[in-house]
Structure formats: structure tokens, C-alpha cells
């Protein structure tokens, strides 16, 4: 695929471009939109006191995610997910958990919940990756506001993560697909990474085809260099210092 048949007319090996803006909810503790092009995620997040029965008396807190699509962020309605959830969603409000709690210290966060609500307004690939993305800002705010208000004594992140989607479509590598581009990948990857080239989670699927070594390296390098960049965003818009 050519650069100049790519949306916004970057390389095969640029983003989208990308918008991190904070504070958009007036009653979240925490929130971001993340804009990855024409993808839009709003993402918030709500500490509450207490911890899972499970959990409670181990002095430790627990990060949770949610997600879903609202009806009109598809071209085509999508019916709103009722209390038997999606088998898409669920896996994608784990990723976003897991992702968030690699750079938590539960520890120090100390017997509260955080809940992470991902909900896709606008959808044209790279959801998933948008979420997370933006939920680590949310997430931040979030916790800041605890740390300020005294009820936790130091901000239990231990470091940034983001998340970006790359692949080969007719053989050429692309980063950040979008939705037109993702439909008819040959191999659709995500990468979940934190600072330092940290690898928090990767998922690759041949979806047409084989992919080799040397191609699955080269896609990585790309990814990684795009996480960096990410990573940077994050910081410029929440001052984060670890």
C-alpha cells in the first residue's frame, strides 16, 4: 500500500494524529479523550474506597476497566451490550486492566478501587490501543487528586504505558491501522509497552498469512519507536516524573 493512499497522508511508519485531552468530565475523578485520528475514546476513571471481597485486608488496591461502544460510533448502529457481555469487549476491558496495573503500585495505592471506563464514541480501527492510551491519563488525574486531597500519601504509578496497533497490508508494514487498513490486514499486531522499551503485552495474529522473524522484528522496531512518542504526549499533557 502506497503512503499517499494512507488517511492524513503520513508513512507507513507515522501515526495518526494523536490528541490527549484531559479533564473532560466534570464528575470523574479522572478523564481523557484519546484521539487517534477519527477514533475517539472517552476514558475515565473513579477511585473508590474498598477492594474486592477477594482482595480486602491485604493493604493492596486493584485497577479495573470497563469498555464498550456506544450505538453510533460505527457506521453501522451497534446495539448497546446488556449484562451478557460482548466476548470482544470483555477481552478488551481486561487488556486495559492489566496494562494499567503493570505500572501500579498496589501497594501504595492502598485498599481503594480505580475503576477505568473506555467508551468508543468514534470508531475507525486502533480502539483498544486508543483506550489504553488515554486510560493512563485518566488514571493519573485520578490518582493526583487522592495524593492532593491526602487520602494517598505518594502517587502509586510506577511508570507511563501506551499501546499502538501494527501490521503488514499486501505485505507492506503500516503502523497505526485504521479501520480500512485493519480489515484487510495480513498480520494485525498490538503493543502495550511502558518506558524503556518495556513490553507490558503483545498481540500478533496472522490473520492471511505467515509472518517471519525478520518481519515480526522490524514491525516491533517500528511499534516501539511509536510508543516513544506516545509515552511523550502523555507526559507533556500530565507532567508526569515517576
Known amino acids: ?3 499517499s493512499a494512507r488517511s492524513f497522508g503520513r508513512a507507513n511508519d507515522g501515526m495518526r494524529p494523536v490528541k490527549l485531552t484531559r479533564n473532560v468530565m466534570k464528575n470523574a475523578h ?17 477511585v473508590e474506597e474498598g477492594v474486592p471481597a477477594w482482595r480486602k485486608n491485604s493493604h493492596a488496591g486493584w485497577v479495573t476497566a470497563e469498555y464498550a461502544m456506544l450505538p453510533a460510533s460505527t457506521a453501522h448502529r451497534t446495539p448497546r451490550e446488556q449484562k451478557g457481555r460482548k466476548g470482544r469487549s470483555m477481552e478488551i476491558e481486561r487488556l486495559i486492566g492489566r496494562s494499567l496495573r503493570a505500572v501500579t503500585d498496589m501497594k501504595r495505592l492502598g485498599e481503594y478501587t480505580v475503576t477505568i471506563d473506555c467508551d468508543v464514541i468514534q470508531a475507525d480501527g486502533g480502539t483498544r490501543t486508543a483506550s489504553i492510551t488515554g486510560a493512563w491519563v485518566a488514571l493519573h488525574d485520578a490518582l493526583m487528586r487522592e495524593v492532593e486531597a491526602d487520602r494517598i500519601k505518594r502517587l502509586p504509578l510506577t511508570d507511563q504505558v501506551a499501546a499502538v496497533s501494527f501490521g503488514l497490508v ?16 495480513d498480520v494485525d499486531m498490538n503493543l502495550v509497552a511502558s518506558s524503556g522499551g518495556r513490553i507490558v503485552e503483545l498481540q500478533g495474529t496472522g490473520e492471511r498469512s505467515f509472518f517471519s522473524r525478520a518481519e515480526l522484528d522490524a514491525l516491533l522496531d517500528m511499534g516501539g519507536a511509536a510508543i516513544e512518542e506516545l509515552l511523550a504526549l502523555q507526559n507533556n499533557v500530565t507532567g508526569f516524573r515517576g
Not at 487517534?36 to 476513571?45: E, P, S, Y
Not at 499486501?170 to 490486514?185: H, I
Request: aromatic share 6%; hydrophobic share 35%; charged share 25%.
Open 1 to 3: 500500500m502506497p503512503d
Open 30 to 46: 479522572g478523564s481523557c479523550l484519546a484521539e487517534f485520528g477519527d477514533t475517539r475514546v472517552l476514558c475515565t476513571a473513579t
Open 170 to 185: 499486501g505485505g507492506v508494514p503500516l503502523l497505526d491501522l485504521d479501520y480500512r487498513e485493519d480489515s484487510a490486514a
